[in-house]
T-cell receptor, first 115, second 113 residues
Framework: DSGVTQTPKHLITATGQRVTLRCSPR?????VYWYQQSLDQGLQFLIQ???????AKGNILERFSAQQFPDLHSELNLSSLELGDSALYFC??????????????FGPGTRLTVL | GDSVTQMEGPVTLSEEAFLTINCTYT??????LFWYVQYPGEGLQLLLK?????DKGSNKGFEATYRKETTSFHLEKGSVQVSDSAVYFC????????????FGKGTLLTVNP
């Protein structure tokens, strides 16, 4: 158990809908990262937050957004969903801003299925 | 940009066989290197890491040595068990993008009794 929790575990929805994925980092971790794992793209970094502020963006679509709240939990919002958004979405957390020397701990993921 | 190339799977071995999963990388500066493991139905777990050249990461019988001259970080285990069956991901973080992990495509390992 990494200490990172994600809800829900599974989500099934229809095209055009909007969903929210939730992540609670390990106790004491200030950085939260979101990754998408799909069969064709593999594991890709989406976005990072540190202590409530967005710090880095990766291959995140404009239809997707995220935020980190004062209690440090984070939410990833996916809107106007398309079939291709079906994937596993992982949250990871680390203690510091720089992951170069720190370690990212991953949650169990949320499996999103868009029908 | 940064990239990680790891051997294509799947890899199927008998219990107690020797395991090598090759991983090479291109990166800005001097990256930190990682192996993550994903057991069926679970999230990624850090298996081992190395943060500078010639460092050896080790955990649960797995080892990998950071080879700067060959830009490689091959994963090895002397005697695999059925419980090692999982997907293994090589990954890096470089000084040029020290916030995100760049992953290889993953290698599925199946160990038969």
């Amino acid at each position: 158990d990494s200490g990172v929790t994600q809800t829900p575990k599974h989500l099934i929805t229809a095209t055009g809908q909007r969903v929210t994925l939730r992540c609670s980092p390990r106790s004491g971790d200030l950085s939260v990262y979101w990754y998408q794992q799909s069969l064709d793209q593999g594991l890709q970094f989406l976005i990072q937050y540190y202590n409530g502020e967005e710090r880095a963006k990766g291959n995140i679509l404009e239809r997707f957004s995220a935020q980190q709240f004062p209690d440090l939990h984070s939410e990833l919002n996916l809107s106007s969903l398309e079939l291709g958004d079906s994937a596993l979405y992982f949250c990871a957390s680390s203690t510091t801003l720089s992951a170069l020397t720190d370690t990212q701990y991953f949650g169990p993921g949320t499996r999103l299925t868009v029908l | 940009g940064d990239s990680v190339t790891q051997m294509e799977g799947p890899v199927t071995l008998s219990e107690e066989a020797f395991l090598t999963i090759n991983c090479t990388y291109t990166a800005t500066g001097y990256p930190s290197l990682f192996w993550y493991v994903q057991y069926p139905g679970e999230g990624l777990q850090l298996l081992l890491k190395a943060t500078k050249a010639d460092d050896k990461g080790s955990n649960k019988g797995f080892e990998a040595t950071y080879r700067k001259e060959t830009t490689s970080f091959h994963l090895e285990k002397g005697s695999v068990q059925v419980s090692d069956s999982a997907v293994y991901f090589c990954a890096l973080i470089s000084g040029g993008s020290n916030y995100k992990l760049t992953f290889g495509k993953g290698t599925l390992l199946t160990v038969n009794p």
